[in-house]
């Protein structure tokens, strides 16, 4: 009896090097221009090759300009040259572009799953943090470094020592107006941000099942805030559905053939984890975050919470220093909280599905007075999709920017940001210190609940909304 973990991960081992570690077959390679064209030089410089061009592939995604109108020009002082270096790179090595101005261009982990890069049952790394948002499609995949990067690129392998596994099971039905981001902050906020630190996480039960591909990407995408090595869920008929005539996906026979073997990728009944979590979707609720952590969430409806409540995963200075920092007090109400911004964009939340969501809402409203609201689609067939849609002009008449395909400011590496001190409500991942700006306060929550704040101009629950 096996999980579906440990068939992957059988099915790939190259060798035993003893000690926990084993050397793994890698199948995809994906970069992107902060890291990827770094670790493409390096390898020319040793005077190594990349072993297999057609299984890696590169994006523009991290530093780029995602204002109308961009070109290589960035707002970061030095984004051009981690654009020009990534593209002279990778053409050099021969690998597959998504290069500014390609239909195919977005952030790496929207692009993969919408192309059919990532497949069931494959491995697949990439120097950035989220890539464990991929296995939401049944692939063990994982984020590595640059110098990792380097080895797999010119091995095909990677000297991996082999995590824990752990078995996350939700149980029911999410409520209307839950999302897949609100039960992942329930998980943080019950579990901790340490909670899953050396596992693989095993997301599972009918909750998960009733998801799409876009809400398990989410769930998949924030196991890195809850320190795990990676998540997986396991294939089904919504996969396969999902990623049947992708430009990347197997066609033909070879679908059949790949649909047969990718319908054993679960964890068999008796297989063993080293932890299990068991929950009930019905108490989940829409959550915001109230500090600096992103286990430092609550239901939108509950105050900012005492210190006892949240002692198992916090000492008492960082408690203090998350209420300081966001300028927040125990026993108070968030909801109502004015907001100088609102943020929809990020791997985690910017596919198609969270724009439909949002913009149901933003549709016949405006973004109130005062309040910068930005929508930056996840990649440019995302945008090009919701134009056809007419979200764009949603989005427009509402009062947002409407953006090209991009990072932008889950984190100001591209070099924009949110003023000083300025109170956020964001649909990223990450909430710590100065993550959108200098000091900026950071709240993280659904798409649904970014644009219902910014329509009140202040932080508010989506389900007093109506549609």
Same mark, same amino acid.
């Given at each position: 009896m096996?999980t ?8 790939h081992?190259v ?10 077959l890698?199948?995809?390679? $994906? ?11 390096? &390898? ?8 297999a061009?057609? *299984? ?6 991290h530093v ?14 030095? =984004? ?7 593209r002279a790179?990778a %053409? ?6 998504? /290069? &500014?101005g390609?239909?195919?261009? !977005? ?12 497949l ?13 948002? *991929?296995?939401a499609?049944g @692939?063990?995949a ?11 690129l010119?091995?095909?392998? $990677? %000297? ?6 752990? +078995?996350?099971?939700v149980n029911? +039905?999410l409520?209307?107006g ?6 992942? &902050? ?6 901790g941000?340490?909670?899953a630190r050396?596992h ?18 989410t769930?998949c ?6 320190? @795990?090595?990676?998540?997986i ?11 049947q =005539? %992708? ?6 026979? %070879?679908w059949?053939? @790949? ?19 068991? &929950?009930d ?20 409806? *509950? ?7 949240v ?6 200075e960082a ?9 927040v007090?125990?026993g108070?109400?968030?909801? !109502? ?13 910017s +596919?198609?599905? /969270?724009l ?10 405006k ?6 609201a ?15 849609e ?7 008449d ?10 932008s ?7 924009e940001?949110?003023?000083?001190r300025q ?13 959108q ?6 709240? $993280? ?15 508010? /629950?989506?389900?007093?909304?109506e549609?």
């Amino acid at each position: 009896m096996r999980t579906i973990f440990e068939k992957i991960w059988a099915e790939h081992q190259v060798a035993d090097l003893g000690g926990g570690t084993e050397l793994l077959l890698v199948d995809r390679v $994906l970069l992107h221009e902060r890291t990827g064209g770094v670790a493409l030089e390096s &390898l020319a410089a040793a005077g190594r090759k990349v072993m297999a061009p057609g *299984q890696v592939f590169a994006t523009m995604d991290h530093v780029v300009d995602t204002l109308p109108g961009r070109g290589d020009r960035t707002i970061m002082p030095t =984004g051009t040259a981690f654009i020009t270096a990534t593209r002279a790179a990778a %053409r050099a090595a021969g690998i597959t572009l998504f /290069d &500014l101005g390609d239909p195919r261009q !977005g952030i790496v982990h929207v692009i993969s799953p919408e192309q059919g890069i990532v497949l069931p049952g494959l491995t697949l790394v990439c120097p950035d943090s989220h890539t464990c948002s *991929q296995g939401a499609l049944g @692939a063990l995949a994982w984020g590595i470094g640059s110098t990792e990067a380097e080895h797999a690129l010119a091995t095909g392998t $990677l %000297r991996v020592r082999r995590p824990r596994t752990m +078995r996350v099971t939700v149980n029911g +039905r999410l409520a209307q107006g839950v999302t897949s981001k609100d039960l992942a &902050l329930h998980i943080l906020a019950r579990h901790g941000a340490g909670g899953a630190r050396g596992h693989v996480v095993e997301y599972a039960g009918e909750a998960v099942r009733a998801l799409s591909v876009e809400g398990r990407l989410t769930l998949c995408n924030l196991a890195t805030e809850f320190a @795990a090595f990676t998540a997986i869920i396991a294939p089904d008929d919504v996969v396969f559905d999902y990623l049947q =005539g %992708r430009p990347y996906a197997p066609k033909g026979a %070879r679908w059949d053939q @790949a649909v047969a073997a990718w319908r054993q990728m679960y964890s068999d009944d008796g297989a063993v984890f080293d932890r299990t979590i068991t &929950l009930d979707a019905g108490a989940v609720a829409p959550m915001i975050t109230w500090g600096n952590s992103p286990q430092h969430a609550v239901p939108l409806d *509950q105050p900012v919470p005492a210190f006892q409540d949240v002692a198992d995963h916090n000492t008492r200075e960082a408690y203090d220093r998350a209420l300081s920092y966001m300028a927040v007090t125990p026993g108070a109400p968030l909801v !109502g909280l004015p907001i100088d911004a609102a943020f929809i964009g990020s791997c985690t939340n910017s +596919r198609l599905e /969270d724009l439909r969501r949002a913009a149901a809402l933003l549709r016949g409203r405006k973004v109130a007075a005062g309040v910068r609201a930005i929508c930056v689609p996840g990649s440019s067939r995302v945008k090009a999709e919701a134009e056809a849609e007419g979200l764009d002009r949603v989005f427009l008449d509402a009062g947002f920017e409407w953006r090209e395909a991009g990072c932008s400011m889950c984190f100001f590496a591209g070099g924009e940001s949110f003023g000083h001190r300025q109170r956020v409500v964001t649909s990223t991942n990450r909430n710590f210190e100065s993550r959108q700006g200098p000091e900026t306060r950071s709240h $993280l929550a659904s798409p649904e609940t970014v644009a219902a704040s910014a329509v009140a101009g202040r932080l508010a /629950d989506p389900r007093l909304l109506e549609v």
